[in-house]
């Protein structure tokens, strides 16, 4: 199985609503719950209309569609990130898996899947 490593920053964000959002765009996320409008995309998209956010997140994919019948692909890659002291933010998508870390513990993250993943740039 393949991580990728993908070339963008990304922040985390609360917002008022998605006006201002590009759903366009790639790597943009959403998710509206009854108390809140959350939003992951790259740092360069963040619409002005951001209550909250917080940068500095570097995403990975699992490379690949990822069957719904296959069971603990994602709580494996958390298991190892947790051991390391790395914490993680995930995203799922029809396809396949997200997992954010602080990119500053993404040496850390690629070294310690590596040791059962392949990992691409």
Not at 20 to 48: A, I, M, N, R
């Amino acid at each position: 199985m393949i991580i990728e490593v993908l070339p963008h920053d990304f922040s985390v964000c609360q917002v008022k609503d998605y006006t201002g959002v590009d759903l366009s765009q790639d790597f943009v996320f959403t998710g509206k719950t009854d108390e809140e409008y959350s939003l992951v995309c790259p740092t360069d998209l963040v619409p002005l209309q951001t209550l909250k956010w917080e940068d500095g997140w570097v995403a990975m994919r699992v490379v690949g569609v990822l069957d719904f019948s296959l069971i603990g692909i994602l709580a494996d890659i958390a298991s190892r990130l947790a051991q390391a002291e790395v914490s993680l933010f995930a995203l799922s998508t029809y396809n396949t898996d997200y997992i954010l870390i602080k990119k500053e513990k993404l040496e850390v993250a690629m070294h310690i899947l590596g040791e059962k993943y392949e990992i691409k740039c």
